[in-house]
């Protein structure tokens, strides 16, 4: 293991500074286009949530404005406290007004602060050179790339988990109240910004401790107190603060859809959606680097990896269908291919000047190949036309009733840029996940009843959607007149 304090060469350092700069440049490339291009539900989530917040601070704004942007926070969930969306609001502050290329800024800054964090620890796990491959691997995964400017909490909870990580191998290195404090303080502080760090960080603190030995640690005041800086915090906000909401996540993600994990075919859909954002080779790769690497750091990892598999076992549907569900996995896995790279080049150390050439030459095209690939992909992908298609509808919806939609991302779409909140009616996806968790989907003319019961209006934008469900569609044009039309949207009066 390398220590921190060892110089790093010119070489070295002229590599670092390119890596964080072509890092910083793929995440900034087409920064102006809506965040509409990976998970636009979750990032229109905490576009609203922000742009409450934003209003709430701002005095000068328009009464009305204000009102409305506050009013539209209010009516979406909140399971996380908006840390991020407060940073966000705070530089819309500074900078006069609302501009969503600021969190996808952030974003890629926290995340690159994130790099260099991993960087240290990789040289403390294995060496520079399983370092450098580390970061490569973390700045550059095009999954990363994309996930990591994302408007949501999920890039700053990684990077938390990053610094957990470093502050608990200090802390096995040194038994020092120090590093105990800081584990703790910087583990509440990840899990915070979003309760799912808390498996892969419960999953290193134990193996931390385990590792220093547990029986001479069961009274170590140092380990007490961890603990209650990891749990409290987290807990007063998750358990005290909204129980309800904690409970209900509980019940209708983990309890009512548990059975999923004895079917074998969940694990095979786990690990092909892992090989596609992740590549499966790599991960069975940083699977042997934990058995390889040196005590303290195979032991962090295994508690890391264990952590991860509990946490894809009791939130067995998202492993299969929410990539970002597996942002914090990215950094493990780097972490855990370290060792590996160092068995690499202490191989090509012994090779001749022009074999090592020509795996410097593989390596630039290993870098190149997922930056093209991921540039490509941003740049194939245009949203800049639909801030004004959902500004217009928004103006075109009538006030004078309650409005219920098939709609695209929850109604976000709608309620961000239209200014506009619609109650939903179910898509697809939501019928399929009631039926997983046991529901009854047949009874349809009791669940229309019942859910237009107080609407006035019934408004199509996902047509698509529409034509995957029959019934409703023959409801609608047998029963109810068409009052607009218009590109890619209907509009049915219920009250005729």
């Known amino acids: 293991m390398e220590k921190q304090s060892t110089p790093l060469s010119m070489p070295v350092r002229l590599v670092l500074v390119i890596f964080f700069l072509l890092g910083l440049g793929i995440r900034l490339y087409d920064l102006s286009d809506p965040p509409l291009d990976f998970h636009p539900t979750r990032q229109l989530h905490s576009a609203i949530v922000a742009r409450g917040i934003y209003y709430a601070m701002a005095p000068d704004s328009d009464l009305s404005t204000r009102d409305q942007a506050v009013s539209l926070k209010a009516t979406i969930g909140a399971f996380e406290p908006p840390i991020i969306e407060t940073i966000t609001a705070f530089v819309y502050k ?108 419960a999953g290193m603190a134990v193996a931390a401790v385990l590792y220093a030995g547990l029986r001479p640690n069961w009274r170590n005041p140092q380990v007490w107190a961890m603990a209650a800086l990891m749990i409290v915090p987290p807990a007063g906000y998750y358990l005290f603060r909204d129980p309800g909401s904690s409970a209900d996540y509980l019940a209708g993600w983990t309890l009512a859809l548990i059975h999923l994990i004895t079917d074998p075919g969940f694990y095979i859909r786990w690990l092909s959606f892992l090989s596609y954002l992740m590549s499966l080779a790599l991960i069975f790769l940083g699977l042997v680097g934990v058995l390889i690497a040196k005590s303290l750091p195979r032991a962090l990892l295994m508690g890391l990896w264990i952590g991860y598999i509990l946490y894809g076992l009791t939130l067995p549907y998202q492993m299969y269908t929410h990539d970002y569900y597996h942002i914090q996995l990215i950094p493990v896995l780097a972490l855990s291919l370290a060792p590996m790279a160092d068995l690499l080049f202490e191989k090509l150390n012994q090779l001749q000047r022009r074999w090592r050439i020509l795996f410097v030459v593989i390596a630039l095209a290993a870098i190149f190949y997922p930056l093209w690939t991921v540039r490509s992909t941003l740049a194939a992908q245009d949203y800049h036309h639909e801030p004004a298609y959902w500004a217009a509808l928004g103006e075109q919806t ?29 898509s697809g996806i939501e019928r399929d996940l009631t039926e997983l968790r046991g529901g009854d989907t047949s009874k349809f003319e009791s669940d229309f009843a019942e859910r237009t019961a107080d609407k006035r209006y019934f408004l199509i934008t996902a047509l698509s959607q529409l034509a995957q469900q029959p019934a409703l569609q023959t409801m609608l044009d047998e029963n109810y007149p068409v009052i607009a039309r218009g590109d890619g949207y209907v509009l049915y009066d219920l009250v005729p």
Request: hydrophobic letters at 55%; zero cysteines.
């Open 398 to 426: 009538p006030d004078d009733g309650n409005v219920i939609a098939l709609t695209q991302d929850y109604g976000f779409r709608l309620m961000y840029y239209g200014w506009t909140h619609v109650s939903l009616w179910p």
């Open 94 to 201: 500074a900078m006069g007004g609302e501009n969503l290329a600021i969190p996808r800024i952030i974003n890629s800054l926290i995340w690159l602060g994130g790099g260099m964090v991993l960087f240290a620890l990789s040289r403390r796990m294995a060496s520079t050179t399983g370092a450098v491959f580390a970061l490569g691997y973390y700045l550059f995964l095009p999954f990363g790339v994309q996930a990591s400017r994302s408007f949501q909490p999920d890039p700053l909870m990684t990077v938390g988990v990053i610094v957990s990580i470093f502050a608990f191998y200090r802390w096995s290195e040194e038994r020092s109240w120090k590093w105990a404090i800081l584990a703790g303080l910087l583990s509440a502080f990840a899990v915070l910004v979003k309760i799912m760090a808390a498996y892969l960080i």
